[in-house]
T-cell receptor
Framework: KQEVTQIPAALSVPEGENLVLNCSFT??????LQWFRQDPGKGLTSLLL?????REQTSGRLNASLDKSSGRSTLYIAASQPGDSATYLC????????????FGRGTSLIVHP | EAQVTQNPRYLITVTGKKLTVTCSQN?????MSWYRQDPGLGLRQIYY???????DKGDVPEGYKVSRKEKRNFPLILESPSPNQTSLYFC??????????????FGPGTRLLVL
């Protein structure tokens, strides 16, 4: 059974820092991997999706990488801003057609001015 | 605007009183699913549907029912709610093109309290 771990669980940084959030998974037979952002009490917003054949995806200040063989993905946030404060979730989608995702428990990020 | 909508957003009910949470998407997605989110447990899938009239259990289906009579709608039914079903519920949808590029879209969530 797939297990997804996100480290660290919480992070507090001053504005302007570059950040790395980590996601590791136990079964490398994945369909794709998706990073989400969740604001308190709100739904999930998709940030980046990486297909299993890809190594990385970029959107603005965000860059996500995938190393399937080692079971790892990282989300890099450049020049962090207070508006980046949220919980970041990693979801790994299984092969086999059911697309059932396994979510990590998230990294809670606070960027203070 | 592409979106997934859920109703109601907040609900307080009592044990045993049947309730339905509606979910609708306007993106013509085949795949829809329901999740619950609980502190310390993260997001867990309850049920999913690959297309109209095709539904299957996720990781935590006990106490829930779903139906998929139309492509755009996927209601979640709690026939006899219990306090352990107090949670934050999310509906989601995605395309199933098989390209690996199918982004999942989430609704805003329904916060349920069962007394």
């Amino acid at each position: 059974k797939q297990e997804v771990t996100q480290i660290p669980a919480a992070l507090s940084v001053p504005e302007g820092e570059n950040l790395v959030l980590n996601c590791s998974f136990t079964d490398s037979a994945i369909y794709n991997l998706q990073w989400f952002r969740q604001d308190p009490g709100k739904g999930l917003t998709s940030l980046l999706l990486i297909q299993s054949s890809q190594r990385e995806q970029t959107s603005g200040r965000l860059n996500a990488s995938l190393d399937k063989s080692s079971g790892r993905s990282t989300l890099y946030i450049a020049a962090s801003q207070p508006g980046d404060s949220a919980t970041y979730l990693c979801a790994v989608y299984a092969l086999g057609g059911s697309y059932i995702p396994t979510f990590g428990r998230g990294t809670s990020l606070i960027v203070h001015p | 605007e592409a979106q997934v909508t859920q109703n109601p957003r907040y609900l307080i009910t009592v044990t045993g009183k049947k309730l339905t949470v509606t979910c609708s998407q306007n993106m013509n997605h085949e795949y829809m699913s329901w999740y619950r989110q609980d502190p310390g447990l993260g997001l867990r899938q309850i049920y999913y549907s690959m297309n109209v009239e095709v539904t299957d259990k996720g990781d935590v289906p006990e106490g829930y029912k779903v139906s998929r009579k139309e492509k755009r709608n996927f209601p979640l039914i709690l026939e006899s709610p219990s306090p352990n079903q107090t949670s934050l519920y999310f509906c989601a949808s995605r395309q199933t093109s098989g390209t690996g590029q199918e982004t999942q879209y989430f609704g805003p969530g329904t916060r349920l309290l069962v007394l």
